[in-house]
């Protein structure tokens, strides 16, 4: 285990070098956080198919558990049961817009990870920054359990757990537990807990802050301290389900799939579940007595229980669904964590958007009104009426808005717009809107997928690493 | 002329001080005493110095860390300042501000809370800092030039490290002018 030591000793230190600005160490976050024989338990396994490029780099790395699809490069890196997918990468050729630029892709764009340490963390989604098109990079990078690095390159940053950077190129940051940042392009920032910030410069500025003492129920974790609350709690407490899919070699869910739907041999099914035409259900996201209409998803993460989900739903990487019933069109930003009252007691009308890291956690029935946007952390109906707002209403602000802790200046139309075309994009490339012949996603796609394994070291100075490995057609 | 900076500084034992631990009812009280003091200077001293048990000054008070001091509790005062930071305009900060503020209230009903005027003086002071510093022999050009570059409407003037007084740009400006004016119509007598 020399060799995983000195491994993690050099990805702390370059972590840290970056961070010296912000005085923020991430040895007391992670140094105990994986015991190192953690690492040479699990196999690491990736994805090959006829729809996927094909391309994979490992050297002197540590893959325990981690899942990758793709084209993907990993060196000198410890990467613990995440996922790294590389499905919507560019491709040669392509045109890459931005602002007033027409950018061609000089190759196929590539996930560079190295001198970084993910745990549990989801990659996926491709490079926004154009400077650097062909290469989603995340270098000296630290992230803690259940985060998501999406379409986010990183060099430097240390990133909490369950936050998420999404379509943001980070340098040199501190992002905090539960925070979701999209927000272009950022530098040494120290972004606290539960920070929620969605900016578009010149267009709109959406800022939410989580009430920490609130937020440190459901997530808590700070130097010293493994993450824990709820949300960690959550998962513990299904672990074992997920155990039994990792375990097993050739898994047959029970659920009958259309040939248009994909349910993947890494998800926890328990019926009975229902399975829609057009339906994408992603590795490691969790069913149980749940009912996906239509075009509707589950992510990485994600996990829908006694819930039913009327169609073309977005449930994003991370988010969960216990006890609630989703009218058609409903978005469900990443990590937020909708929970109902024991039976169906959360109800939200269709076209609504929950705005990415929602805590929606009740103990009474509620019922969100169709059409409307909503944030923040909501426990009854006086939480709801300062957490939401009609989208048409949105839609109209010109200049600013203020509803508690939440802030907002900008256009609201253009907020919306994104919005809806997000949502739009994600459906498409995920397959909803196949019609048995044209716009293929994720959800046809990912039906042919085979998986293989790749072992470490068992013993010896080099146990916990895993050979150099080159993977081509 | 070629002042230095000792020519025009305020001798540290001219200057209104308060020990650390004082309230802020102590400062404002301190600070009214000093402009009645004023002495045979044209301009009153506005700031207070903060001093340690061991007589080192480690802070200034003027009048805008006290009005600072004062302003009620509004409860987005941290998230005002994280705001700045990411991106929100100065004018929707300031609608923020101006908003929390109940029109309905009077001066007095906001500057009197008992919680407020017994805030300690190294809750609310201006910390010193190391460019807060400057030697008693340094020209007053390069004076000017710090106090402009640096932002500072005084500075402490040290004589072999230790603080003898204080350069205020108020005298310093006077300075700079009554030089202009000289280079212009030669020597100016300000009663003609």
Redesign the interface.
Request: proline share 7%.
């Given at each position: 285990m020399q060799e995983l030591q000195k491994l993690y000793d050099r990805i702390v230190q370059r972590a840290n070098i970056n961070l010296r600005e912000l005085e923020f160490d991430v040895n007391p976050y992670v140094q105990n956080l994986i015991p190192f024989e953690q690492m040479v338990k699990f196999y690491a396994f990736f994805g090959i198919s006829p729809h996927h490029p094909l391309n994979f780099q490992f050297k002197h790395s540590n893959l325990a558990g981690s899942y990758f699809l793709g084209q993907c490069k990993v060196t000198n890196s410890l990467l613990y049961k995440s996922d790294i997918r590389g499905d919507e990468l560019k491709r040669q050729g392509d045109l890459f817009q931005y602002q007033n630029f027409e950018i061609p892709v000089s190759r196929d764009e590539e996930i560079d990870i190295q001198d970084s340490m993910l745990i549990k963390t989801l990659v996926h989604n491709f490079s926004h920054d154009p400077e650097t098109l062909e290469e989603f990079f995340i270098k000296n990078t630290v992230a803690a359990n259940y985060a998501n690095i999406h379409g986010a390159p990183s060099d430097g940053s240390f990133v909490g757990s369950f936050a998420t950077v999404d379509i943001t190129t980070m340098r040199d940051c501190v992002i905090g537990n539960f925070s979701y940042i999209q927000?272009g392009e950022i530098y040494h920032?120290n972004i606290?807990p539960g920070?929620i910030?969605v900016?578009n410069?010149d267009e709109f500025?959406f800022?939410y802050?989580h009430p920490v003492e609130a937020l440190n129920e459901y997530i808590f974790f700070k130097a010293g301290i493994a993450p824990r609350g709820i949300f960690i709690d959550f998962v513990e407490d299904r672990k074992e389900a997920f155990q039994r899919v990792f375990d097993v070699v050739n898994i047959e869910h029970v659920t009958p799939v259309p040939s248009s739907a994909s349910l993947d041999r890494y998800a926890v099914n328990k019926p009975p579940t229902h399975i829609g035409e057009n339906v994408l259900v992603s590795q490691r996201a969790y069913l149980q007595n749940a009912w996906l209409g239509k075009g509707a998803n589950a992510q990485e993460n994600c996990y829908i229980i006694n819930s039913r989900l009327e169609g073309y739903n977005v449930t994003a990487h991370g988010a969960k669904i216990i006890g609630a019933e989703l009218g058609t069109n409903v978005f469900v930003g990443f990590n937020s964590f909708l929970r109902g009252a024991a039976g169906k007691g959360l109800t939200i009308g269709k076209d609504s958007i929950i705005m990415p890291h929602t805590i929606i956690d009740i103990r009474t029935p509620l019922t969100i009104p169709e059409g409307h946007l909503v944030w923040g952390m909501i426990k009854c109906k006086e939480d709801l009426d300062r957490h939401s707002i009609p989208i048409e209403d949105f839609s109209k602000v010109n200049s600013?808005l203020?509803m508690g802790?939440m802030?907002f200046?900008g256009d609201g139309g253009s907020f919306v717009g994104a919005f809806q075309d997000r949502i739009h994009h994600i459906l498409e490339a995920n397959g909803a809107f196949f019609n048995g012949s044209e716009k293929k996603g994720h959800a046809q796609k990912n039906q042919y997928i085979s998986f293989n394994t790749l072992q470490p070291y068992p013993e010896g100075k080099n146990k916990g690493l895993y050979p150099t490995i080159v993977i081509k057609p | 002329m070629h002042y230095i900076v000792k020519n025009l500084m305020v001798p540290i034992s001219d200057y209104a001080t308060i020990s650390e631990g004082s309230t802020l009812l102590d400062a404002v009280l301190s600070l009214e005493s000093s402009r009645v003091d004023v002495g045979n200077t044209i301009y009153p001293h506005w700031i207070v110095l903060v001093m340690n048990s061991q007589n080192k000054v480690i802070g200034k008070l003027s009048q805008i860390n006290i009005l600072r001091a004062l302003e009620p509790e509004n409860g987005h005062a941290d998230m005002l300042q994280k705001l700045r930071n990411f991106g929100f305009s100065p004018g929707f900060i300031t609608i923020l501000r101006e908003g929390s503020i109940p029109a309905e209230k009077s001066l007095e009903d906001i500057y009197t809370d008992p919680q407020i005027m017994n805030m300690k003086v190294e809750d609310f002071m201006r910390k010193i800092e190391k460019n807060d510093f400057i030697d008693e022999n340094t020209p007053l050009t390069t004076a000017a030039h710090q106090m402009s570059v640096r932002k500072r409407l005084s500075m402490l003037v040290t004589k072999e490290g230790e603080v003898v007084g204080v350069l205020r740009l108020s005298d310093v400006f006077t300075a700079v002018i009554n030089a202009m004016k000289t280079t212009q119509f030669g020597s100016y007598d300000h009663d003609e």
């Open positions: 927000a920032l606290a920070t910030w900016r410069p500025n800022m802050q600013s203020t802790n802030f200046e | -």
